[in-house]
């Protein structure tokens, strides 16, 4: 069965300090990975995504994410955190296209001056 | 840039009442879905529509949603006769169809059944 775990519910970080947020997936295929955000009162506003071919793939405002397949982890990083970053991040995974996509729980993310 | 855009952005609705939610996707795009997120759970696929019909749909779609096309620019989201149960944010996403898209999402639409 699909689905995507994203095991931290909420994280707290400093501005300046670097980010890591968590995603593992069961896909019966050849996954399809995104990243979405979302801010307060907005829509959901895609970071990345990865098809295939290099498995480090860099994002809007300065994310990436990396593909581990023998992990089924697609785990997105920040090297700094800014306070406008603040926002509900979720890991998605779907077939070719953008169809039926399957999503996490969402990670709040929280930053402290 | 071009975007999904939703409205209204807020609904209250009473039980059993019918409600539609509006989308206007991108121009140039033409598949269309509509996702909800019930409040504090996952954002969860209801249908998908390509070519004026239904192309893949959820079991949350049953028979008391529909989706219609109604003119060029326009995708709507009915929910024939509404249950408090169907209370959530509802997005509109609509994808250009080429192989290695990717959705974009509407600002979403809130719709309170009471």
């Known amino acids: 069965a699909q689905s995507v775990t994203q095991p931290d519910i909420h994280i707290t970080v400093s501005e300046g300090a670097s980010l890591e947020l968590r995603c593992n997936y069961s896909?019966?295929?050849?996954?399809?990975l995104f990243w979405y955000v979302q801010s307060p009162g907005q829509g959901l506003q895609l970071l990345l995504k990865y098809f295939s071919g290099d498995t480090l793939v860099q994002g809007i405002k300065g994310f990436e994410a990396e593909f581990k397949r023998s992990q089924s982890s697609f785990n997105l990083r920040k090297p700094s955190v800014h306070w406008s970053d603040a926002a509900e991040y979720f890991c998605a995974v779907g077939p070719r296209g953008a169809n039926n996509l399957f999503f996490g729980t969402g990670t709040r993310l929280t930053v402290i001056p | 840039e071009p975007e999904v855009t939703q409205t209204p952005s807020h609904q209250v609705t009473q039980m059993g009442q019918e409600v539609i939610l509006r989308c206007v996707p991108i121009s140039n795009h033409l598949y269309f879905y509509w996702y909800r997120q019930i409040l504090g759970q996952k954002v969860e696929f209801l249908v998908s529509f390509y070519n004026n019909e239904i192309s893949e749909k959820s079991e949350i779609f049953d028979d008391q949603f529909s989706v219609e096309r109604p003119d060029g620019s326009n995708f709507t989201l009915k929910i024939r006769s509404t249950k408090l149960e169907d209370s959530a944010m509802y997005f509109c996403?609509?994808?250009?169809?080429?192989?290695?898209?990717?959705?974009?999402f509407g600002q979403g639409t809130r719709l309170t059944v009471v």
């Open positions: 996403a609509s994808s250009d169809g080429t192989e290695n898209t990717e959705a974009f």
């Open positions: 896909y019966g295929a050849t996954p399809y």
